[in-house]
């Protein structure tokens, strides 16, 4: 296939279907999939991977922002979406698209009780992360509201987790579920309920309530083996060319070769995505299967990697994350998460879809 792109961030869309199916093995039937596609759905472009997932009848889409969602509305999505940071000043514009709010705090719930239209809200409570959400104290306040104003349409009751990544945190994570059940307890068993997401999917399926949350995962990026990580991004080798013993590679010449050394200048750099923490042959790239030492420090828009003892050639293709680079792998050795490290791609990448 013919590109004029040099770097391309390849999404094969088919795997999202299978990393959903895996994911909804020990789900009951009628559990609600919410689809998290915040942040441009972790760099994978939110427009085309909320198309395929709508096409296969996920039940619901979590953005960041009420501009994440008028976007998903004006590209033809026609399910839920959920906004989850509401600003007051953005109310009027989530009405008009038919979004739905997440709401934490009387200052909004306020907002909303003076709006005419029906809007369907979601209660977000704080279970323990102290993050965005209402007390349990504030249960029968919130209930006036709710009573006293009837466009408020109570749709579900949320929190999240925060550790259920780390085994070692289940303690707190038991004490989390606990005060979410104590919070359900108190509102209909018709307004569904919310907490689990990738991780508690895979850790925790019997605390799946009526929905689950699920981001990360449709793409495929977890330690969970039989996930299918879903995006392959490469690039190309501009430049080669040979430099002599105790030459120095990039700014600062942080490099210093202690030997004869065919190298690579590849236009990707930090600004495209790749950490500089990746630089100084703690990170690779790689060439036709072959690993190649990133050689210095990263640039802005380049970076640099060992070809000695090979026949690359300039044009070659070269991988940056995908079958040979697991994204899992790539954070561990830069301290860092793949949500960090995917929404740091640069928009300037070519997204190509499967």
Known sequence: M????????????????????YLKQDLNSNTQIIAVVKAYAYGHGDVEISKYLE????????????????ILRKNGIIKPIIVANT???????????????????????DILSNKSKDINIHLKFNCGMNRFGFSINDINEIKKYTKKYTNLKVKSICSHLSST??????AVTQKEFLMFDQICERFEKKTYKHILNTNGVIRFPKKQYDAVRIGIGILGINQQPKLKQIGKLTTTISQIRTIKKNEYIGYGGKFKSTKTMKIGIVPFGYADG???????????????????????????????????N?????????????????????????????????????????????
């Not at 990544?165 to 289940?170: G, K, N």
């Open 2 to 21: 013919f590109n004029i792109n040099e770097s391309i961030f390849e999404i094969n869309l088919q795997l999202i279907k299978h990393n959903i199916n």
């Open 55 to 70: 096409k296969i009848n996920i039940d619901a889409f979590w953005v960041a922002d009420f501009e994440e969602g008028v």
């Open 87 to 109: 600003s007051p000043k953005s109310i009027n514009q989530i009405i008009k698209h038919k979004l739905e709010i997440v709401v934490y705090n009387f200052r909004v719930l």
């Open 165 to 170: 990544h780390d085994e070692s945190r289940d």
């Open 274 to 308: 790749l950490d500089k923490k990746l630089g100084n042959q703690n990170g690779q790239l790689y060439t036709n299967g072959k690993k190649c030492d990133i050689l210095g420090e990263i640039s802005m828009d380049s970076c640099v990697i060992d070809l000695s």
């Open 310 to 354: 090979t026949n690359f050639k300039e044009g070659d293709r070269v991988e940056v994350f995908g079958p040979n680079n697991n994204i899992m792998d790539i954070c561990k050795k830069i301290n860092s998460t793949p949500y960090e490290f995917l929404s740091s791609i640069n928009r300037r990448i070519k997204r190509i879809y499967i």
